[in-house]
């Protein structure tokens, strides 16, 4: 039987070009050797998708803690991806700091980006300018920017000024509670219709999700987790019987605040607001008419 899987990859990488204040993920600089072993991670992974049957159907979304892309094996890992039958879709989060000639040996079908806007890191007209480039190479992607209230705004020349079918969301920042007055939330929402749904904190616990099931996390040493958010393995891909470990499972978490968990939750309904574009952030394109507000 064909497997049907998405999956979240995660190496070792933990450094990135950026340093913004309000990002959760490590502010390191990796060696020259952490950074061999994450090449070796990602070209064991790399082989075990190619490896896999040409009727399988995976999307890989990457993850990573640090900025991936300004790496060049990770470009090439991707564009290598973005061209195996089994590889329904490749995608990764991004600053979108990096240089953009690899993307011409992708396969465009299969390649999105999500990327993200950072205002105290990178000017709005270099954002915008690597934008263009991804709209010249008729390169799929979301934008995104983080819903502090100094960022109001960026976003709003990020709306005025991306192309119109373009998704760009906003993650509401939750660290303090009642952050928002009802004018933010009006902007933010105007900006993004999603907002309010990604304004949330789902309560979780005992209900079905898909991770786990159809949906997993991956580290570079192949275990799986159903969640970047449960540490708990369920396996490890590079085992030959791991597909037994592909279970229904309830959440064991009593909240989920991310998109990339929350999103899985049947309950939502979420799969058929993105339909296809569930793993770059990218609402369905009949979805997507109502999203733009100018």
């Known amino acids: 039987m064909a497997l049907e899987l998405s999956i979240l990859y995660r190496g070792s990488l933990s450094s990135c070009n950026y340093g913004c204040e309000y990002c959760p993920f490590a502010k390191r600089t990796n060696t020259a050797a952490e950074l061999a072993?994450?090449?070796?991670?990602?070209?064991?992974?790399?082989?075990?998708?190619?490896?896999?049957?040409?009727?399988?159907?995976?999307g890989i979304l990457f993850t990573p803690w640090g900025e991936a892309l300004i790496h060049r094996y990770y470009q090439s890992a991707i564009a290598r991806l973005s061209d195996l039958p089994q590889v329904t879709k490749v995608a990764i989060q991004t600053n979108l700091a990096c240089e953009l000639d690899w993307v011409k040996d992708c396969n465009l079908d299969t390649l999105a980006l999500w990327t993200t806007f950072h205002p105290t890191e990178?000017?709005?007209?270099?954002?915008l300018q690597q934008c263009q480039q991804l709209d010249l190479a008729k390169v799929k992607y979301s934008v995104g920017i983080?819903?502090?209230?100094?960022?109001?705004?960026?976003?709003?020349?990020?709306?005025?000024?991306?192309?119109?079918?373009?998704?760009?969301?906003?993650?509401?920042?939750?660290?303090?509670?009642?952050?928002?007055?009802?004018?933010?939330?009006?902007?933010?929402?105007?900006?993004?219709?999603?907002f309010p749904i990604n304004n949330q904190v789902y309560d979780t616990f005992g209900k079905p999700c898909r991770t786990g099931h159809q949906v997993i996390t991956v580290d570079g040493a192949g275990t799986m987790r159903r969640c970047h958010f449960i540490p708990d393995s369920i396996g490890n891909i590079y085992d030959p019987n791991f597909a037994a470990s592909l279970l229904a499972r309830n959440c064991q978490n009593q909240v989920c605040r991310c998109h990339i968990g929350y999103v899985h939750l049947p309950e939502l309904n979420l799969d058929r607001?993105?339909?296809?574009?569930?793993?770059?952030?990218i609402p369905h394109p009949e979805s997507n008419s109502h999203l733009v507000s100018g």
């Open 122 to 127: 990178v000017s709005i007209e270099r954002f």
């Open 273 to 281: 607001v993105y339909g296809d574009g569930i793993l770059e952030r």
């Open 37 to 58: 072993t994450d090449k070796a991670e990602l070209d064991r992974f790399f082989n075990w998708v190619e490896a896999r049957d040409p009727t399988d159907k995976i």
């Open 146 to 194: 983080v819903g502090l209230k100094e960022h109001q705004q960026s976003a709003r020349l990020l709306r005025q000024e991306l192309a119109p079918d373009v998704y760009l969301w906003v993650n509401a920042y939750k660290r303090q509670p009642d952050y928002y007055h009802p004018e933010d939330l009006d902007l933010f929402t105007q900006i993004d219709p999603l």
